[in-house]
């Protein structure tokens, strides 16, 4: 494998990364009302992305910078 | 004895250098990844020599720390002494005369020379430790991205770049896999170590937090149930790190993500959606403390 394959496979590393925050947050704006119920509830949320669940802890939410 | 300088100069100027850097970038990348052909090893040693010496010879010139090296006659009077025990007795004063000339030019340009060599190789450690970093903020500088790529990749085993963070820009990034074996059986977890033998090949890979796919009981649930779910079928398998032997691989899936400490808040548009889920939440939890004025 030389540099410019693994160069390729980098820019497709960045994309699965990119696709999953893009995943997680278009599943918050689509699903508040349960997260928020969910984070509520028992102080966490769960959000499901190609790359497997990805934990929202309440602390996370209630630091968020204003 | 012309042969044991010569040799002795090859390995001072030539291979020296590049022992020095394997030795200096072992401390960021672990031995056991790196597994360069001869060639590669070869090119690199020239790489890392020819840059240093032009640099330590000009420096030297310049500032006056080496003498002209005197010609072609002080070459060749030190050649022939050392070639042959005749021309050696000859001319014996004139011989070491030239030696001691020889030595001194050379100790000065070496010390400059490896000096060179441990500074480059620790900035370019530090280049490898922050490489993901790097190469996000050349992302709009393909040219410089590639330069990036072709100082760095070529030091580190491939598989250390495949099985490792050092291509993420945010070090909390996770690599995850999911590892189809030959026995037809899918296990996932998160990677822990993974180790590699002198030729490269991969030997075994540690994963941590494993879950075990049922296949055939998701195939046999799905025959007579069709909205059956996949995620259902994972079993955790008791232990805290499993090894899966190379020679039982048939896939290796790579996933990078992020835990729970993701780096939410460097998120503009993830930012403003976590605010208003805590807005939401404060609005909540205020109508629950109305509603039971007791609970205050």
Known sequence: MNGIQIERMLTMIDGSLDMTKDEVLRYI????????????EKGEAWVPTSAGKIRIPMSVVMDAVA | MLALVISLLVALYILGPDLMSRWILGFVVPSKFRVPNKSEELT???????????????????????PPLGGVDMIERLFSGLYSEEIFKMDRAGFFTTMHEFIRVNRSLLAFMYSFVIVGSIILDFVIIRYGVWRHRLRNWPRMRALLAVLVLPRVSEWHVLLSGMLLADTRA?????????????????LNDRMLGADGSLINI???????????QYLDERKVNGDARREDFWRRVEGRVFVIMAAEISS????????????????????????RLREK????????????????
């Open chain 1, 29 to 40: 704006l689509s699903h508040e009302a349960e997260i928020v119920k969910e984070l509520m």
């Open chain 2, 44 to 66: 690199r040693a020239v790489v890392w020599s020819v840059g240093p010496f032009l640099l330590s010879y000009w420096i030297c010139r310049k500032f006056g720390v080496i």
């Open chain 2, 174 to 190: 996770q690599v995850w896999v999911d590892i189809l074996t030959k026995s037809d059986a899918l296990y996932k977890g998160r």
């Open chain 2, 206 to 216: 540690t994963i941590e937090g494993v879950e075990r796919f049922k296949r055939q």
């Open chain 2, 252 to 275: 290796i899936n790579i996933r990078h993500t992020y835990t729970s400490v993701e780096p939410w808040g460097e998120l503009e548009d993830m930012n403003d959606a976590l605010n």
């Open chain 2, 281 to 296: 939440i404060r609005a909540a939890q205020a109508t629950s403390s109305n509603n039971h004025p007791d609970h205050n």
